[in-house]
C-alpha cells in the first residue's frame, strides 16, 4: 500500500475527532445549555478550563492532520522529506491526544462542578462532591441526584468528557500509526511504484 495514500486514510479521521474534540471543550462551558455558569466565579468544572479538548485534542492534532493531509498530495509534501516531517508532526499530535486524554479522564475521575448537598452534607454549596470518590459515582446513578444546579450536570459532563476521551484515544492511535508510516514513507519512498 502508497504509504501517501494510508497518510490520507489518516488525515481524515484525524480532522473529524479534531473538531469533535473542540465541540466538547467549548460545549463543556455551559452546562445546562446556560451561559450564566461561565461567567460566575468557581461554577464551572476545574478539568473544563485545562481546554484539554480543544488545545490538546483540537489544535495540537489539527495541524498535524493538515500536514499528515499534505502528504499524500502530490506535488506537495508527497516525499520523502514530507514523510520525515510528518513523524514530528504526528509525535506532536500524540502528545496533544496524551494531554487530551489525561484532561478528560482528570474530569471524569473528579466529576462535575455542581450546586450540591447530600445526607452528610446537608446544607447546599458549589463545589465537587465526587472529587474523593476515585470515579465511583459514575456506577452509581442514585449518587447522580447530589448535583441540584445545572440541572443535570452529571449526565452533562459524563457524556462530554466520555466523548472526548473516546476521541483522544482514536487520536492516539492514528497518529502513532502515522509515526510508523512516515517511517516507512521516508526509508522506501511514498509510493513503492514511484521508487
Not at 17 to 43: H, R, W
Not at 63 to 72: D, E, F, K, M, V
Not at 153 to 174: D, H, P, Q, W, Y
Amino acid at each position: 500500500m502508497c504509504t501517501g495514500a494510508c497518510s490520507k486514510f489518516i488525515a481524515i479521521p484525524l480532522y473529524i475527532l479534531a473538531l469533535v474534540s473542540m465541540i466538547c471543550n467549548i460545549i463543556l462551558f455551559f452546562p445546562d445549555f446556560d451561559t450564566k455558569y461561565a461567567a460566575a466565579e468557581g461554577q464551572i468544572t476545574e478539568e473544563v478550563k485545562y481546554m484539554g479538548g480543544f488545545i490538546g485534542g483540537g489544535i495540537m492534532v489539527l495541524i498535524p492532520a493538515i500536514h499528515i493531509h499534505l502528504t499524500s498530495a502530490k506535488n506537495c509534501c508527497a516525499n520523502r522529506c514530507g514523510m520525515f516531517l510528518s513523524i514530528g508532526f504526528a509525535a506532536a499530535g500524540v502528545l496533544g491526544a496524551v494531554y487530551s486524554l489525561s484532561a478528560a479522564a482528570l474530569g471524569l475521575s473528579n466529576g462535575p462542578t455542581c450546586f450540591w448537598s447530600n445526607i452528610l452534607s446537608p446544607i447546599p454549596k458549589w463545589g465537587t462532591p465526587f472529587a474523593n470518590s476515585s470515579g465511583s459515582y459514575l456506577s452509581d446513578k442514585d449518587q447522580w441526584s447530589w448535583c441540584r444546579v445545572p440541572e443535570n450536570v452529571v449526565e452533562f459532563n459524563v457524556g462530554l468528557f466520555s466523548t472526548l476521551l473516546v476521541a483522544a484515544c482514536l487520536e492516539l492511535v492514528l497518529c502513532a500509526i502515522q509515526m510508523v508510516n512516515g517511517l516507512f514513507g521516508c526509508i522506501c519512498g511514498t509510493c513503492g511504484k514511484e521508487q
